[in-house]
């Protein structure tokens, strides 16, 4: 078994490797085929966050949430985590142009 830590975002594009894995927890959770009790894993360090309990060790809350999400990822069926990670590898961005005047392929008036 890989380690999940050595799945950290770092460089450039961490912003989108952060993102990526939070859609994945959120594309998890909504999908019917993985166990709710495997689900309750991201719920309990929500609660964690905002309960007024505090471990004695230097980790911040952030880092206990992004430890149950990377925990409830690998909890989860390898089919179904490939399943989803392909699905939001495969979304395509796009950005909106106007467009300053008639196409060029449009009839003349």
Not at 82 to 109: F, M, S, Y
Request: aromatic share 10%; no cysteine; net charge negative.
């Amino acid at each position: 078994m890989r380690n999940p830590l050595n799945r950290l975002p770092t460089g450039p594009g961490w912003a989108q490797s952060i993102a990526n894995h939070l859609k994945l927890v959120w594309r998890l959770l909504r999908d019917r085929r993985i166990n709710p009790l495997i689900k309750l894993i991201p719920f309990s360090s929500i609660l964690y966050f905002v309960s007024p309990f505090d471990l004695p060790l230097p980790i911040d809350d952030v880092g206990v949430i992004w430890f149950a999400t990377v925990l409830f990822i690998e909890f989860s069926p390898p089919a179904i985590v490939e399943e989803h990670r392909l699905a939001i590898a495969n979304t395509v961005n796009v950005e909106w142009k106007e467009l300053e005047g008639p196409p060029d392929d449009a009839p003349p008036a």
